[in-house]
């Protein structure tokens, strides 16, 4: 079992920085391949950015890549996502997830989800 808690959301006018943590419990941390994905008002969730088990491997969707960078740390068993250039189209929750996998690349479903945080992009 892991339980995620998402940190750093907020108010940020376009061109602006945020920084997004994702703070999970348990002891095994390092074995999860984590994401963070977002759902707007009235739109489906979307991946954003996902990182294999080791930090090795990360992935972007086509509308952040660029922008945004997905990392973490093992040993405080953290996941960060820097979000830069920001716009107003970034604008919505944003959730972390993880999946047990210690394979190569990043899952495309994952079992634990965090609450989520808000981030708004004001133009």
């Known amino acids: 079992q892991v339980h995620l808690v998402e940190s750093g959301g907020g108010l940020v006018q376009a061109g602006g920085s945020l920084r997004l943590s994702c703070a999970a419990s348990?002891?095994?941390?390092?074995?999860?391949?984590m994401g963070w994905f977002r759902q707007a008002p009235g739109k489906e969730r979307e991946f954003v950015a996902g990182v294999s088990w080791s930090g090795g491997s990360t992935y972007y969707a086509d509308s952040v890549k660029g922008r945004f960078t997905i990392s973490r740390d093992n040993a405080k068993n953290t996941v960060y996502l820097q979000m830069n250039s920001l716009k107003p189209e970034d604008t919505a929750v944003y959730h972390c997830a993880a999946r047990y996998f210690m394979g190569a690349g990043v899952p495309t479903r994952y079992d634990y989800w965090g609450q989520g945080t808000q981030v708004t992009v004001s133009s």
């Open positions: 348990g002891r095994t941390f390092s074995s999860y391949a």
